[in-house]
């Protein structure tokens, strides 16, 4: 528990059960949610989903993946832009927008919390494991 009895987010990362992907690793879900690459092993193209900005989970997952902060990710993103290199996460509204997403579009990735998780979607990297 964090201070003031606040658990942390089961947060892990997942996609399609169709996807082809079995495990990704932490470094493979670096890459792809930092923009250094869009694909996966299979050669097709990866598209990775944001939670809303301000969410708590958002926040959990880039601590857990690279221990940065949310404006720290904001800041990298800022310099990435500008620099016309490649482009950050696509951005939801709401949950219910990622995980509609997810089973509606081919090569998406995104993190949910586990109890989300459905037979639609695959576990693809567990923060826990």
């Known amino acids: 528990l964090l201070p003031g009895g606040t658990a942390l987010a089961d947060v892990v990362v997942v996609m399609r059960a169709q996807g082809g992907v079995e495990r990704l690793s932490v470094d493979d879900v670096t890459d792809i949610f930092l923009g250094r690459y869009r694909k996966f ?65 081919p090569g998406t990735i995104a993190y949910i919390e586990r109890k989300q998780v459905d037979a639609r979607l695959r576990i693809v990297l567990d923060f826990s494991q």
């Open 41 to 105: 092993a299979s050669g097709a193209s990866a598209v990775p989903i944001d939670q809303p900005a301000g969410s708590s989970l958002r926040a959990e997952f880039y601590r857990r993946l690279v221990n940065k902060e949310i404006p720290e990710i904001n800041a990298y993103w800022a310099r990435l832009y500008f620099s016309g290199k490649t482009s950050p996460p696509v951005q939801t509204a709401s949950p219910a927008e990622v995980l509609s997403l997810l089973v509606s579009t």
